[in-house]
């Protein structure tokens, strides 16, 4: 049985075991967006690594379990989520489907693949939550569809303000199995930071757009 409690860390472990994530304080990455940024997240690798995406995979199903028994329908988000939102629903025993950035420009013009049923209920499953507008948008095309978007659950979380808002906006209910805190903390015990790096780590999440300027 998966302890829930101990799963943001080793999440954030994982994660720094492979690269999948990295900390860059003194050198900041560039976003597509343009934004200086300390952080670096890929977490498509976890699909090449067996023990932690069985370890994602059965982290989600026990949040699942215990907090959304009654859910019927695994979504994924495309393209990072389908992955793991199918590893779950084969071990939940559960349909699966996957959800477009927006529906398709021709035959049938899907924006969700697979069966989601009116009135079924469903996670979302996305690998990375950051501002939140992708997770929220996939989330609000199942409503649409007339089921129940029970929560957004990723891999990790940036724990920006901007993503709580919008979530609380949206009124959808997310949650994530490691975040920027969790990973500070582990990095922090690893060396793979300096304890006089985490003003700036902080800064940067509270304040992206200002970080390195």
């Known amino acids: 049985m998966t302890n829930l409690a101990g799963i ?3 999440i954030a472990a994982y994660l720094l075991q492979i690269e999948a994530v990295a900390l860059r ?8 967006s343009g ?3 300390p952080i670096y997240c890929d977490n498509r690798l976890t699909m090449s690594y067996p023990e932690v995406r069985e370890y994602i995979a059965e982290s989600f199903a026990a949040i699942i379990r215990e907090q959304y028994p009654d859910t019927e329908v695994i979504a994924g988000t495309a393209t990072a989520g389908i992955p793991h ?3 779950v629903a084969q071990k939940m025993n559960l349909p699966m489907a996957y959800i477009r950035d927006k529906a398709k420009g021709h035959g049938k013009e899907n924006q969700i693949e697979g069966i989601i049923k009116p009135g079924q209920k469903a996670i979302i499953i996305e690998d990375l939550i950051s501002t939140g507008g992708s997770s929220i948008k996939a989330a609000l095309a199942v409503n649409e569809a007339g089921a129940k978007a029970q929560a957004v659950l990723s ?15 949206a009124g959808i209910p997310f949650q994530s199995l490691s975040n920027y805190e969790a990973l500070m903390d582990v990095a922090l015990e690893q ?9 700036a780590l902080k800064a940067w999440r509270e304040d992206p757009s200002s970080f390195g300027v």
């Open 25 to 32: 304080p003194k050198q900041p990455f560039t976003w597509t």
């Open 191 to 199: 060396g793979k930071i300096q304890p006089e790096d985490i003003q």
């Open 155 to 169: 891999i990790f979380n940036y724990q920006l303000n901007k993503a709580v808002q919008a979530f609380a906006d």
């Open 35 to 37: 934004i200086k940024s």
């Open 85 to 87: 939102a199918a590893w």
């Open 8 to 10: 943001p860390h080793q």
